[in-house]
């Protein structure tokens, strides 16, 4: 039996350390706890801790990792029949406030005496709690982690935790991973630097981002980029792959091929004249064969160089305005210009550009139409109408009036259509052939016996139904129609009988 001197002298020893250290006898009494031990049960005293392993058992309840009652007998009681515990971790709660919970990591330690039979029996307590609650908050980080995982004990190279994540990535169950070996599931199967990854994993060191492919039931491989970094479980250092399925973007990168592939298929074959300007420089990048047909220019001649440079505007100022109105909009629409083929003809033009981007690059597409057959038809038709209006004799006032807005488009006013001859007044139709003549609102008026008040309300209703502002303007609009020198012709059509043979 150890003597009171030295048992006295054990207390006084094991009083400022900061593990706890609970002391049973052979009779199962408690007769002794330090500080730390009683600070770790939330007891200010023995007796709150209890006093034998019976009335311990009733005030505190122990659990393992999963709140399951501790697997086998109770750590203090396989204490008591003289097993040593070794590195037992327990959750440990009040009966009467189990909101309450520690985490203690036990072990023992038996002292006999000179028979060898059991003198004292020492339970040593560390309060783990901080590094469970850590290892929880990890454990749920891990599995909800959306990125697919893998964790790989370093001393044997085996899998030790897989995530839901890497389940669903890879359509292995959970029993096929874990305790496997890294050579059985081989993560690094066909990785650009397996080399290098294998030689950091040995070593315990980060494993740098690389692609990979995986082997899976559902397809014969799967493309992804994988990681690994150097983490410890508990004391065991281990490393956390993390991976990254290059699926979707694989795909993405091929639809986009295909697109582009179509895109250039249809840009060569294209009847319209095309070409791509990157937006950075206005520098071509391509033309079809449509735009040299036009132009005169070869690809060599246009790709590499800017608009200026190539010259296809017939005017430097009308092609920076082109510059500027797609600067300012990203977009411009049938743009009437002059542009100029290689061999320095020139002909007219509708431009239109839009944005678009090809690869990383934005561009624009730019489409010409050449209108100059359209412009020519145009003007010949104009001057056939000023040969056949220089004799308006021939025709009844309908057709010259039709043949006048053929020449000169209407304008459309706030009431709507301009009227013709048909629809003036008699007083309208004489004041405007007096305006013809010449005569200003005075004269008019003493010619008409009116005031010069009547003169300008008739003179406003000319304007708003013509749509003209300027007596001038009222001038020609009236010899265009008919009015010669000032002489109305009559309301009734007139015609005019072919001469007989």
């Not at 150890?2 to 094991?14: F, G, S």
């Not at 160089?305 to 305005?321: D, F, K, Q, T, Y």
Request: aromatic residues 4%; charged residues 30%.
């Amino acid at each position: 039996m150890t003597d009171d001197a030295t048992r006295a002298q054990l207390e006084r020893i094991i009083e400022g350390l900061a593990e706890g250290v609970i002391l049973i006898e052979p009779d199962q009494r408690i007769s002794y706890a330090n500080l730390a031990a009683l600070r770790m049960h939330g007891a200010t005293n023995l007796a709150a801790l209890g006093d034998t392993v019976a009335a311990y058992r009733a005030t505190y309840v122990l659990t393992d990792g999963a709140h399951r009652p501790a697997s086998g007998r109770h750590p203090i009681e396989r204490v008591v029949s003289g097993e040593a515990v070794d590195d037992v971790v327990v959750h440990v709660t009040r009966a009467d406030a189990p909101e309450v919970e520690w985490a203690h990591r036990l072990r023992s330690l038996a002292m006999t005496d000179a028979s060898g039979a059991p003198d004292l029996l020492v339970v040593i307590v560390t309060d783990v709690s901080e590094q469970v609650e850590a290892e929880a908050r990890f454990e749920a980080t891990f599995a909800a982690n959306p990125a697919p995982s893998l964790i790989c004990r370093l001393a044997d190279q085996r899998f030790v935790k897989v995530n839901e994540g890497f389940l669903e990535l890879t359509g292995l169950r959970r029993d096929e991973i874990l305790g496997r070996s890294l050579h059985e599931v081989d993560v690094l199967a066909r990785a650009e630097r397996r080399d290098l990854a294998l030689e950091r994993l040995r070593a315990g060191q980060t494993i740098p981002q690389m692609e990979a492919c995986l082997a899976v039931p559902a397809d014969a491989e799967k493309l992804v980029i994988v990681a690994g970094q150097p983490i410890e479980m508990g004391d065991e250092p281990c490393l956390l792959f993390t991976f990254a399925d290059l699926e979707p973007r694989r795909r993405a990168e091929a639809a986009l091929r295909h697109s582009e592939e179509r895109f250039v298929t249809c840009f060569r074959l294209a009847p319209v004249p095309l070409a791509v300007v990157a937006a950075k420089g206005t520098r071509f990048v391509e033309v079809n064969e449509a735009f040299c047909a036009l132009t005169g220019l070869k690809t060599p001649d246009a790709v590499g160089r800017s608009l200026a440079e190539v010259g296809l505007w017939a005017e430097a100022g009308a092609r920076r305005s082109f510059e500027r109105a797609f600067a300012a909009t990203g977009q411009v629409r049938s743009l009437e210009t002059r542009l100029r083929t290689k061999d320095g003809a020139e002909f007219d033009a509708l431009v239109a550009a839009d944005a678009v981007r090809l690869g990383d690059e934005p561009s624009l597409l730019l489409a010409i139409q050449d209108v100059s057959e359209r412009r020519r038809s145009e003007a010949e038709l104009m001057a056939a109408i000023e040969a056949v209006m220089a004799d308006a004799s021939w025709f009844s006032q309908a057709v010259v009036e039709k043949l006048a807005e053929l020449r000169h488009p209407q304008r459309t006013g706030r009431e709507g259509a301009v009227a013709g001859l048909a629809e003036l007044t008699g007083r309208e139709r004489e004041v405007l052939g007096l305006i013809c003549r010449g005569l200003g609102n005075a004269e008019i008026g003493q010619r008409l016996k009116v005031s010069s008040n009547t003169v300008k309300n008739h003179l406003a209703s000319l304007y708003r139904k013509l749509g003209v502002n300027r007596r001038s303007a009222l001038i020609v609009w009236a010899r265009e129609r008919g009015f010669g020198d000032g002489e109305v012709p009559p309301r009734r059509t007139r015609r005019t009988s072919l001469p007989k043979d």
